[in-house]
């Protein structure tokens, strides 16, 4: 008997053996996909959000083990934070129990922004500027301590920020929301834009009009007006050398009676 005649009553024997107890034959595991972890790189401005979004990626790709997931976030940590917390990473080794949540709790210290820098950030925010309403509350928002709700002192803070006209209408509407109070406002901030734009059309609708009425374009041209007066003015005869300043000849005027030469008209000879 050849090997795999052996091996092949062999593995007749083992089914025969299972089939008589009811055992399922084993089944080859089916392989798991691997998601590969892809993390932007450390945002030193908002590192709560940062680690939100990278916790997100791990849930995803099924990663659980602290070091593997320590690991994923020290290679997205820019040069400057990495030698900042130096003495931290060069410490962690195997033996660390939980490298991952040391290392989010050192970041969220050294980088994150604590309850009081929050609150005066919410009560120094700049003015609305370009940004619809909605978007300067999203801003606000985004400033809140964990686990603080919005209340009536922050949406009057987001009041103070808009316009007068538009703050009137939305303080006497009383929102239950800064949601609802966003959405108004934008409301109003679209209806005071187009007006904005309709009366711009308007000037230049009658800024066009009037350059195209007569009279009210392009000034003459100056050389033309010199010529035109030029020509209107009387012309002495062509030759003629008196010149008349007044009543005299221009001889006796710049001469007197010593002149020797008199053009007429001249009125200089009757009233001497």
């Not at 940590?77 to 040391?102: C, G, H, I, K, Q």
């Not at 538009?166 to 006497?172: E, F, G, N």
Request: net charge positive; hydrophobic share 40%.
């Amino acid at each position: 008997m050849d090997r795999s005649e052996f091996d092949q009553r062999v593995a007749a024997a083992v089914a025969a053996a299972m089939a008589g107890m009811n055992v399922a034959p084993p089944v080859a595991a089916a392989p798991v996909a691997v998601v590969a972890v892809k993390l932007p790189d450390f945002w030193v401005a908002d590192p709560d959000m940062w680690f939100f979004q990278a916790e997100a990626s791990f849930r995803r790709s099924r990663i659980t083990t602290e070091r593997t997931m320590f690991d994923h976030v020290v290679m997205r940590l820019p040069e400057v934070v990495s030698m900042n917390l130096r003495a931290f990473l060069l410490a962690v080794t195997d033996e660390t129990a939980a490298p991952y949540t040391d290392l989010k709790a050192q970041l969220v210290s050294a980088y994150g922004k604590t309850r009081w820098q929050r609150a005066f950030a919410i009560l120094d925010h700049p003015e609305m500027g370009d940004r619809r309403p909605s978007r300067l509350m999203g801003d606000m928002l985004a400033l809140l301590p964990p686990g603080d709700r919005p209340d009536t002192l922050f949406m009057a803070v987001f009041l103070r920020r808009l316009p007068s006209s538009m703050r009137d209408h939305l303080a006497a509407a009383d929102h239950a929301t800064p949601q609802l109070m966003a959405a108004q406002a934008d409301l109003l901030w679209d209806s005071r834009t187009s007006q904005q734009v309709s009366s711009m059309d308007l000037n230049i609708d009658a800024l066009s009009s009037r350059s195209a009425s007569p009279g009210r374009g392009r000034s003459p041209d100056r050389r033309q007006q010199q010529k035109e007066t030029w020509k209107s003015r009387p012309q002495t005869p062509h030759g003629d050398r008196s010149r008349q300043d007044g009543q005299w000849c221009l001889n006796h005027k710049r001469y007197g009676k010593r002149t020797k030469n008199c053009f007429p008209p001249c009125a200089y000879r009757s009233e001497n």
